[in-house]
Nanobody, 120 residues
């Protein structure tokens, strides 16, 4: 079994910064792409940013230039540095990872979510 544990959410004023962390643990052979999604009330879950095992990244247009995703493969951890936060960034942020638990067995895992609230 694999667990993803997020931390770092909270309440911040517009223009402020937060750093989210997500650590994977359990029966891990290797980890592929790791990503952050978010879901605001009444809206669908959307991709915020993703990073491959080789470090290639992609971002939603709405966060380009403000958010930075990174990962520490030795720690099985992914980070999301969020700067210049806006009220529209308010959402529950979820970590996602594609995990190989053996050379051939792959599953997709989600964290429990962490609330980010940006006040105007």
């Amino acid at each position: 079994q694999v667990q993803l544990v997020e931390s770092g959410g909270g309440l911040v004023q517009a223009g402020g910064s937060l750093r989210l962390s997500c650590a994977a643990s359990g029966s891990i052979f290797s980890i592929g792409t790791m990503a952050w999604y978010r879901q605001a009330p009444g809206k669908q879950r959307e991709l915020v940013a993703a990073v491959t095992s080789r470090g290639s990244t992609n971002y939603a247009d709405s966060v380009k230039g403000r958010f930075t995703i990174s990962r520490d493969n030795a720690k099985n951890t992914v980070y999301l540095q969020m700067n210049n936060l806006k009220p529209e960034d308010t959402a529950v942020y979820y970590c996602n990872a594609g995990v190989y638990i053996s050379k051939t067995m792959f599953s997709n895992y989600w964290g429990q979510g962490t609330q980010v609230t940006v006040s105007s």
